[in-house]
């Protein structure tokens, strides 16, 4: 099955997996955790490790990990390294298949920076530093979108004219698919059955909520971009487009201010007044804070609608999962988000939800029609099972 590094870069963290024949041999993380830089790594099992870097460290934590992978594959002499799989996140139906990384696919990225600002030019640094460390690997590119490829029309298209949505390749492509194809891979041996309807709730700095149906997706809250559909840790999400661009005419922005102002300026962070981190907000909301009251109510409420639509898109629903970093760590903002939801056949034990912390398992209680399931996602295993369809 051979040697595979995946690559997961994000705005605030790296993380760095080594793979040798299947198996999860070196895992590194470099994380900007607001009051410092850190790097993380666990060897074949061992007891994590963490020392504090400095802002370079972070930047060009690329460099550090080519020194621990082939210190790691000289030390086992396992060989070289075979590939390099690195998570895509980019608009367009293009990006919505896993591919070898040609010098046309660079070029096509590139032409889409300003989209997604937070993830295509941290993208481009580890594609031009896998090839610069690794010149012998395959370099692959494992879409984040791949998963909602095939959403059924009504979910896929906006309500614009065919014609210009064709022309222009405007649809709605859907993010965090690596992460609910990887809950989907591994939600039977939790629940003991494949899920006829589930619905997924991604929530980390990026929240999404998808819909699948025979373990296919069907709908998702984001769209075209990576920057739509629910509030998150600073992106806005959904917004009247018409309110946008009566922002940019008081402001006179050009479109660049205006992406920019959507991805780091709205969500938590805006709405809190400058706080984009959940467990620090549902701290301030323990104190009586105000804005953070406000904050934690409108995501929280957003997440519920969002869930309640999605039964309609699955003509009803058997499981719900929580996933991704906030969602798995705090028992709170599960609970949260359960409270309008009971009529919808959810119902959580207090006790399981609050003993599931960074753990998988069910906190729906033993009656309830639809069960409630925590579990972390992998996306890092997701992708390196991408890279073993191009061995």
Not at 65 to 79: H, I, Q, S, W
Not at 209 to 228: L, Q, W, Y
């Amino acid at each position: 099955m051979g040697t595979t590094l995946v690559v997961n870069p994000g705005s605030s963290s790296r993380k760095y997996s080594l793979y040798c024949d299947g198996t999860l041999a070196l895992e590194l993380r470099f994380e900007d955790t607001k009051s410092g830089f850190e790097m993380c790594s666990v060897v074949s099992g061992t007891k994590q490790t963490c020392e504090a870097v400095d802002e370079t460290g972070f930047t060009e934590s690329f460099g550090r990990v080519f020194e621990e992978v082939d210190k790691y594959l000289f030390r086992e002499r396992v060989g070289k390294l075979d590939s390099i799989v690195i998570r895509v996140v980019a608009p367009g139906t293009y990006f919505q298949q896993h591919t070898v990384i040609t010098d046309e696919y660079i070029e096509k990225l590139k032409g889409l920076e300003s989209i997604a600002p937070l993830h295509i030019p941290i993208i481009l640094r580890e594609i031009q530093n896998a090839k610069k460390y690794f010149k012998q690997a395959k370099v692959i590119a494992a879409s984040d979108s791949a998963f909602h490829r095939d959403m059924p029309s009504r979910a896929k298209e906006y309500s614009l004219p065919v014609e210009d949505a064709q022309a222009n390749d405007i649809h709605r492509f859907g993010y965090h698919g690596l992460s609910v194809a990887s809950i989907v891979r591994r939600v039977h041996p939790l629940i003991g059955v494949y899920p006829k309807r589930m619905i997924v709730c991604h929530i980390g700095s990026g929240v999404s909520v998808s819909a699948v149906k025979d373990c296919k997706s069907v709908d998702t809250t984001m769209g075209f971009s990576p920057t739509s559909g629910l509030p998150m840790s600073s992106r806005a999400g959904d917004l009247d487009s018409v309110a946008l661009l009566e922002m940019m005419r008081i402001k006179n922005w050009r479109p660049r201010d205006a992406e920019t102002y959507l991805n780091t300026s709205g969500g938590l962070l805006g709405m809190s007044g400058g706080e984009s981190d959940i467990r620090r907000l549902l701290d301030k909301r323990a104190q009586k804070d105000d804005q953070a009251i406000f904050a934690l109510d409108k995501f929280v409420y957003e997440i519920q609608k969002a869930i309640a639509s999605m039964t309609v898109a699955l003509e009803g629903l058997d499981v719900l999962v929580f996933t991704a970093t906030a969602a798995v760590r705090s028992s709170e903002l599960r609970a949260l988000i359960m409270a309008r939801l009971e009529h919808l056949g959810m119902q959580i034990s207090v006790d399981r939800n609050n003993l599931l912390v960074s753990k998988d398992g069910v906190i729906s209680v033993r009656n309830s029609p639809v069960k409630v399931v925590v579990m972390r996602t992998d996306e890092m295993g997701e992708m390196a099972q991408v890279a073993q369809q191009f061995e």
